[in-house]
């Protein structure tokens, strides 16, 4: 028959000698505490008879134990089995069954067993297990070769076995190597059944789990044992077998030696735990210590045992209620004041009661409590209650006899009930605050009434109900969403009611009284109007702002007027809205205006679109004190010599805070890209920061420069930064910087002067165009002078003795003749040139050279040309090309308007004056002058007053002019009667 299969691992899990034998008496299954029992290996003893492994033994399967199987299937009792080639013997409690079959025939013999532990064994095995619950692991040590090292020192060495010891570590690591783990399972030994698994097996060095760390414990335990034969006990670090260090408590204890053998007890315990615990515990006391004597609140300890005596008196005596006993016994405050006693505070209480010491401070609280009796009286009564935890506001006396409030809270604990804790935290501030508060409430409250505008307070707990159970997914564009949904206007405008009006709202909109403008929305719009109003509100609650439209209202009778209607409400309360209503009929007309300028204060009040940053320099503030301190005077020279101070500076300058336009401008991804050290903002462009850090260390008011710098995406950016030094702020650090983005206008603003310089340049173009005849004739005549004494050099050379010197002063004349039209040539080219290059000249020398240019112009026109120089040493920076366009411009329309008059005086006089800051060139004419209307529109492009003319000549002079930093003006004021025509120019400092 084939035996039943068997789990060898389910075996193992218990704790009874399980054997299973087939019916021949072969062993099938051999569990774990088999082995441990009879001493036989598994795999010695599956496949192998019992009587192979054991003697024979009378109760073993004896006829009377087979026919008990085979009648009841089961027999039990004591069974003593010997190993086979041993003496040693083991008896065992045996539970024996006959497995069957589901047919019933017999398969195998199962075998349940436990030694029978004689009376040492038990109470060695008890002793054990005490000391496995006790958590002490016990190891036998076998210590022979310690013993015999220290028997080999001289008697004045084990005397002082310790000093000399410690001179000796070495020694002292060799005898750790040498104690060994003895047998633990030694017979008439009690052992933790712990010791095999935590520091066996036998033979095991000592030093293996006993680090060099703790030697001085070696020393103090195992070799105090071994020279002075008693008990130590002691602590130290010794090494799970996993190699985690613990805490242990270790106690030695001598055994009597076996023959030569030396051998002691060491019990180990772990109390890793216990200290890990117990310093817990000890930090926790120590961070509660902490909190009471740092905390910002005032705490005291107080000692209630005398006021608990009297509560014990007055309850032996049957009063249950205190308040009333106080009431016809008020002496008792006084008792009660004096039997409470202050025991400990921390310094903040002391500071809050102006003492000046935590000493002074201890004692009756009765000094401090004069003020505030009634709210005493009613901590009392909570505490007689029987409650726990008391608080509520109060005035208490300092120690100087003012008076503070302050928000008083007492606590007991139930295990500590003669304690309290007290604590007072100091609310002077709240309370001016509240007070201030309640003011400022009845100013606006009052302002509400008496403001010239109509406000509306309102009551949107039911629309906030609805838009709860529906909110519109309107992106945002309501009105839009409300043409789709029309029964929701009339809900909406509906749900929200007016409960409160000014008395300039019953004025606007009529009525006897105000209740007659209490109600609905819906009321003030007519119909067609209505989803303006209910858009209004889903606006507001739904985007959390404030929101201004312009709409047509209804009064009380019927008539409609162009109302600005305002609505916000408080994100403190979202049930309660407030409307604003101006009527704006008579400006209805400025709509466009009203509303832009409306719309910039609302965004500058609540979105602040100019990019703002806080910026705290705090660390900075410190070191340039540091510098004023040392006499530092300049810190621009400052820091010339020291680099280093102006990287210090932005790495101490940290932004706080920024807007979203901030974010936005600087090319940031968010708030917290910002924050930090401005360094990276004027990486590139330190030199401004140089500027800003001289203004702030010379405590100007403000600082404001045109800037350039990288933001944080790289791109550059240009701009008017202005920082201010805000007096409340300043002196910790903070200033404000506001930055106006210009990139795009200085962008558009060198497109225009590039616009400007290229029309200027079609206008030079175009004058020489109209100059050509002029300019011809100016080139023919040096050309026909040169050929004339071309001709006239040849014929004095062709004579048959050549009037050399002659001919020297012919080609002398070629050569200036050349040089006159070479430079003719040269102002043509140069009038027609494109490039711009600004110089440092004389405004004489220009008027000089633009006058020449015109020379035949003048002439050919009969026009007497004057120039009048201011002589003057001036110098100015321009344009040379573009300053004698202007030039050309002024004289030629004045040749124009002479040409164009019948005035028998033809005269252009050109004048320049020296006014220090500025020089002034004047070019007038005897010509009609500028007509009446057109003196306002002289500069317009497009407008002339000539028959032909563009209009372009005037406004790209003014232009020109301006661009250079000057101003050009026009009248009627010419000394020869006609036109005058007028620049000024910065002059170079």
Known sequence: MSAIPVCSEILDILDDCVIIRDLDGRVTGWNRKAEEV????????????????????????????????????????????????????VSVSATVKLQRRVDGQPVAIVETSRPVASERHVHNDGLARLLDAAGVVVVP?????????????????????????????????????????????????????SAVAAFGPAGRELSTFWPEESTEAFVNTIVSVVIDARPVHGSCRLIAREGKPFDAEVSAVPLSPIGDVSRLLLAIRDVSTERQAFEDIEASERRYRHLFEYMPIALTQVDASGLVELFTTLRKRGVTDLSTYIDEHPEFMDAAMEALLVEQVNQTNADLFGAGSREQMKGSIKRYWDAGQPTLRRSLEARYRGEDFFQQEAQVRRMDGGLVDVLFAASRHSSLPNKSLVAFMDISDRKRAEQALQRSERRYQDLFQAMTVSFWELDLTAINELLEERRPGADGNFAAYLQN????????????????????????????????????????????????????????????????IETRLRRLDGVEFDAQFTLWFSTDDRRRGLAAVTDISERVNAFSQL??????FRDLFQHVPVPVLQVNSTGLLTRLEELKDQGVDDIGIYMADHPDLLWTALENTVIEQANDAAIKVLGAR???????????????????????????????????????FTTYDGRICEGVLTVTFPPGMAGSGITINAFVDMTEKRHAERRLRQIEAEYAHAARISMLGELTA???????????????????????LDRPNPALSE?????????????????????????????????????????????????????????????????????????????????????VNAIQAIAAGNS??????????????????????????IPAEGASRIFETFFTTKSGGMGMGLPISRSIIEAHGGRMSADNDSSLGGARFSFVLPVVR
């Open 670 to 708: 968010d708030l917290e890209q910002i924050r930090g050290p401005i360094t990276s903002l004027w990486r590139d462009h330190p030199e401004v920061y140089a500027r800003l850090l001289q203004t702030r260390y010379r405590d100007t008011g403000g600082y404001e420069e045109n800037v350039t």
């Open 38 to 89: 009879y001493g036989i290996p598994r795999e010695q003893a599956v496949g192998v008879s019992m009587d192979a492994l054991i003697e024979h033994s009378a109760e073993d399967l004896s006829t009377e134990v087979r026919a008990t199987l085979d009648v009841a299937g089961k027999w039990a009792g004591t069974i003593t089995r010997v190993m086979k080639g041993t003496s040693a013997s």
């Open 141 to 193: 040590l076998d210590v022979t070769a310690v013993a015999r090292r220290i028997a080999a020192l001289s008697a004045d060495q084990r005397a002082n076995y310790r000093e000399y010891l410690q001179a000796e570590p070495q020694l002292i690591v060799e005898m750790m190597r040498t104690a060994m783990v003895a047998d633990v399972e030694a017979p008439g030994q009690a052992l933790s059944t």
């Open 485 to 548: 949904y029309p029964d929701c206007v009339e809900m909406i405008l509906k749900a929200a009611r007016i409960v409160d009006v000014n008395d300039q709202t019953l004025a606007l909109f009529g009525g006897i009284g105000k209740n007659d403008l209490l109600g609905t929305l819906d009321q003030f719009w007519s119909p067609e109007h209505w989803i303006d109003g209910a858009a209004a509100v889903l606006t507001v609650l739904t985007n959390d702002e404030s929101l201004t």
């Open 807 to 891: 001919v020297r002063d012919i080609v002398t004349r070629i050569v200036e003749d050349a040089q006159r039209a070479a430079g003719i040539i040269a102002r043509v080219r140069n009038m027609a040139s494109p490039q711009m290059r600004e110089e440092i000249i004389s405004l004489d020398a220009l008027v000089a050279e633009a006058v020449l240019f015109l020379k035949h112009e003048f002439q050919a026109h009969g026009v007497k040309v004057a120039i009048l120089p201011s002589n003057s040493s001036a110098r100015i920076t321009v344009d040379r090309i573009q300053l004698q366009q202007v030039i050309v411009n002024m004289a």
């Open 904 to 929: 028998g005086q033809r005269e252009v006089v050109l004048r320049t004056t020296d006014e220090g800051l500025h020089v002034q060139c004047s070019v007038e004419d005897s010509g009609p002058g």
């Open 774 to 796: 002029s300019i011809a004739h100016e080139v023919n005549q040096p050309l026909a002078a040169i050929t004339t004494y071309g001709e006239a050099g040849l014929r004095w």
């Open 595 to 600: 509303e832009q300028s409306e719309q910039r």
